[in-house]
């Protein structure tokens, strides 16, 4: 019963990576970018440009392909807000040190159509002075603080296709 339970989570772990490969790169296609505002309080305010030919019905700041990004409890981001239609959470996938911020529509209406730009995606987090010198992670490797507005993303399209590149 183990070999069974244990095989099911390894093939659950392939097929969410082998998913995340097979998003295409952003390119153009698709941008984030990000304001950062204040110092020991930082607001980050994330606009998101579709230039595909497809809606998008979520984004995942934070993590993209086989980048993560790992958690630093002295940064623990808050989600403020999200543009009308959406809702958004701080997700810790289990088993991990990481976290992602998500996004995703609630109302069928609320995708990013072709063409549009959306902003309010937007993300509370203590600044990068709190994260004192010296500190490690729990592998023991020394932390350096997140930078919010260059973290990794992947967005994802109505119609089952995904885009994944960097916050500019």
């Given at each position: 019963m183990l070999v069974y339970i244990t095989s099911g989570i390894v093939l659950g772990l392939l097929l969410s990576q082998a998913h995340a490969e097979r998003c295409e790169p952003a390119g153009s296609a698709v941008e984030v970018r990000a304001h950062v505002s204040g110092s020991d309080a930082l607001t980050v305010s994330y606009t998101v440009v579709n230039n595909t030919r497809s809606g998008i019905a979520w984004m995942r700041i934070g993590s993209a392909g086989p980048e993560r990004t790992q958690l630093i409890p002295q940064q623990t981001p808050v989600i403020?807000?999200?543009?009308?239609?959406?809702?958004?959470?701080?997700?810790?996938?289990?088993?991990?040190?990481?976290?992602?911020?998500?996004?995703?529509?609630?109302d069928g209406g609320a995708a990013l159509q072709p063409g549009t730009t959306a902003s309010g995606f937007v993300v509370q987090v203590p600044g990068p002075t709190t994260v004192q010198p010296g500190l490690r992670g729990v592998d023991g490797r020394l932390v350096r603080p997140i930078d919010f507005g260059s973290l990794p993303f992947t967005v994802g399209g109505t119609g089952m296709q995904c885009w994944w590149g960097r916050v500019r």
């Open positions: 403020k807000s999200a543009p009308t239609g959406w809702a958004g959470a701080v997700v810790y996938p289990e088993e991990t040190p990481d976290m992602h911020l998500w996004w995703e529509m609630k």
